[in-house]
């Protein structure tokens, strides 16, 4: 199912809303960048086959939503955590009435759950981090740490060029808003969240006292064990559960992005997480 939501300043966008057969728990999950929501459909048809219900956006910019970054039409983190995601508790409330919500993510989707449960510690329950981390530079390993330093650093001329960041040109994510880059760019840079025009974001994070459950995948250099280590060590005084998924276990390549097509093992762990 397809539900519409519309943010305060005027954005409108989907959410997928994949429900239990059972009332429980909630799933809010935030896709990684420039992803679609409908990518996750086979991951949250399993949690909800496991008693789970799902809703994964559409991030501002992409597919549904009325928007699309150019110079002049721009946005970051504040619009997408103070704007968007009200809107999406909003329009999924009527089909969720009476559950308890956990929030989680998907590379930086995880990121924003944390920032998300962080400005808004009562609404949720629980985090579930994916394939995610703090992408701090000096975090990524050996042969990929000087790229990724360069890159975050070329950010801030890129988009003033452009007005955007031209993903789809350079072949990496996709077409992105100018601010929302430069905030990613700046948390690689210095490994924190303080500059995200949110606030002293690092320290609600300390005062963060929720479960959290981490996956990560061994193949995955993009979001390895340091990166998901640093996200979690963020985190207030909640129990924290950190578990490796290699290629074995998966049935697939264990990388990045290849659990979404077998999301059975994830699936099953984090139900399972969530129900204890």
Do not use: N
């Not at 009200?86 to 590379?107: D, F, K, N, V």
């Not at 998300?116 to 510690?121: E, G």
């Amino acid at each position: 199912m397809q539900i519409e939501a519309r943010a305060d300043d005027g954005h409108r966008f989907e959410v997928r809303w994949h429900p239990a057969c059972a009332r429980g728990t909630v799933l809010l999950f935030l896709p990684a960048l420039a992803v679609r929501a409908d990518r996750y459909d086979r991951f949250a048809q399993a949690l909800a086959t496991q008693g789970v219900s799902v809703a994964v956006p559409d991030w501002r910019g992409l597919a549904s939503s009325s928007l699309r970054p150019r110079r002049g039409v721009d946005w970051g983190y504040p619009e997408l955590l103070r704007q968007d995601l009200p809107a999406m508790r909003a329009a999924l409330a009527p089909h969720s009435q009476g559950e308890r919500w956990a929030i989680g993510g998907h590379s930086l989707g995880g990121q924003l759950a944390a920032l998300a449960a962080a400005l808004a510690p009562a609404d949720y329950a629980a985090l579930v981090f994916v394939a995610t981390g703090v992408p701090h530079a000096e975090l990524f390993p050996g042969r990929h740490r000087l790229g990724v330093r360069w890159f975050a650093r070329a950010i801030p001329a890129i988009t003033k060029l452009f007005g955007y960041f031209p993903g789809d040109r350079l072949s990496w994510a996709g077409r992105e808003a100018a601010t929302l880059m430069r905030h990613w760019a700046g948390t690689v840079r210095r490994g924190d969240y303080d500059d995200v025009d949110l606030g002293a974001m690092d320290a609600k994070l300390q005062a963060l006292a929720l479960p959290a459950l981490g996956l990560r995948f061994t193949g995955d250099w993009l979001a390895g064990e340091a990166s998901m280590r640093a996200l979690l060590d963020k985190l207030g005084g909640g129990a924290k559960t950190l578990e490796a998924i290699d290629a074995a276990r998966l049935g697939d390549r264990a990388d990045h992005f290849r659990w979404l097509r077998a999301p059975g093992v994830p699936a099953a762990r984090i139900a399972g997480w969530l129900r204890g």
